[in-house]
């Protein structure tokens, strides 16, 4: 998800201090990913109620050989074009950025398939077979929440935005899913304990540590991934998971690449 402010979305590639890599950003500026939208050509073939056409995006994202089956085999089946507004729907399997409405983008396709592929290679959800329980903060239109639905045996999601809150409510109503995420409107940096503890727990927003609550409703075995300030690296994708061994817990910690994800923020609006 994106914000309202302008001069707070991902700086420029240029303007980055990354390492030998591309950059991965997420979100696209606002105006930039209306102008994407504008550029990009309707898709060919059959119409956006069609699995083809997402299956073409699916296909496009496994050609690169580095996203999980189980994530790219939930995405095909979840309509993105219901998520972004009517007037953006032919855009919607292309893999950029879209406006959501109240200032905030979706993520690209294939920012949400790396993210839930690096959870889904946590120890803890190969063994399961899925995401198990799972705490998402920042819920955008809904659209990650849908593809996580489909991974994991229950989802709570909070968005600190009443507004999205009230979309992806709507969205997700109307897509119809076997199991629906639980909604929050909230304080994600707060985490949700009433729904924990969590198998695993993915943010959409970044900050300069992860936030104590997260680490606390982190259960034995989970896996958290998050945007997160690493020294002499900016913004990085932090994967920390929680080890037990001969009944000792630990966090393991890893780094992963340079990213530009919008400020976590505390209270709701």
């Known amino acids: 998800m994106s ?35 504008a550029r990009l050509a309707r898709p060919s073939g059959a119409g956006l109620d069609s699995g083809a056409v ?13 996203f999980d089956e189980h ?15 009517s007037a953006l729907a032919a855009q919607a399997y292309e893999d950029t950025a879209l406006p959501i409405g109240h200032g905030q983008t ?11 592929g690096l959870l889904m290679s946590g120890a803890g959800a190969r063994q399961r077979g899925s995401l198990g329980r799972v705490l998402e903060i920042g819920t955008g239109c809904g659209y990650q929440a849908a593809v996580i639905a489909l991974l994991a045996r229950h989802v709570t ?4 935005l009443q507004g999205l809150h009230d979309k992806a409510k709507l969205n997700l ?3 119809g899913l076997p ?21 695993c727990i993915i943010a959409a927003a970044g900050g300069e540590d992860i936030p104590a609550a997260w680490t606390e409703q982190l259960a034995p075995g989970g896996r958290l991934i998050a ?29 992963h690449e340079a990213v530009l994800f919008v400020p976590l923020k505390s209270g709701v609006l």
């Open 71 to 85: 994530v790219l085999a939930a995405m095909a089946s979840v309509p993105r074009h219901e998520f972004v507004d």
């Open 173 to 175: 109503q109307r897509v």
């Open 227 to 255: 945007p997160t300030a690493a020294s002499g690296r900016g913004q990085v994708l932090v994967v920390l998971d929680h080890v037990v061994e001969a009944g000792v817990s630990r966090w393991a910690r890893s780094e």
């Open 157 to 160: 999601s909070i968005e600190r």
């Open 54 to 66: 997402r299956q073409r995006m699916v296909d496009r994202l496994r050609a690169e050989g580095k």
């Open 179 to 199: 199991r629906v995420p639980r909604l929050i409107w909230g304080d994600g940096r707060l985490g949700h304990a009433a729904s924990g503890p969590f198998d």
């Open 3 to 37: 914000t309202s402010t302008p001069k707070r979305f991902p700086a420029s590639l240029k303007s980055a201090a990354a390492p030998q890599r591309e950059l991965l950003m997420p979100q696209r500026h606002l105006h930039q990913a209306t102008r994407d939208a």
């Open 106 to 116: 979706i993520s690209k396709p294939s920012v949400v398939a790396h993210m839930l």
